[in-house]
């Protein structure tokens, strides 16, 4: 496997993904414990499934580092959010189904 510099990965990254910042790669690049534990400061290509996977979990319950309690609050506030989007699933399936003249129940 090749081995990427970090501007090369940043390059790669931007070039798969969309909407990546230099800035989010240089915050992963200082939080990641594998780049950290890396002293010839080089990727690998199968880093970037592990940005990949931090950027997926940043602001989430799921980010890497978080304490207990913002995990627990994060978890809250995806129930809330998901609870609103049912409600608002349900509302459009009842419309959608007058539309059609079928009965509900």
């Not at 510099?5 to 390059?11: I, S």
């Not at 990949?52 to 304490?67: F, P, R, S, V, Y």
């Not at 309690?69 to 509302?91: A, G, P, V, Y």
């Amino acid at each position: 496997m090749s081995r990427l510099d970090a501007d090369e990965a940043f390059r790669l990254i931007h070039h798969y993904m969309v909407k990546v910042e230099r800035e989010e790669v240089d915050q992963w690049l200082k939080e990641d414990p594998a780049v950290q534990s890396d002293t010839e400061g080089i990727m690998d290509e199968a880093w970037m499934y592990r940005f990949n996977a931090w950027l997926q979990c940043k602001g989430t319950a799921h980010e890497m580092g978080i304490d207990p309690q913002t995990k627990i609050d994060r978890l809250l506030d995806e129930i809330d959010r998901l609870k609103q989007e049912i409600k608002q699933l349900k509302s459009e399936k009842l419309l959608l189904e007058a539309e059609l003249g079928q009965d509900p129940f």
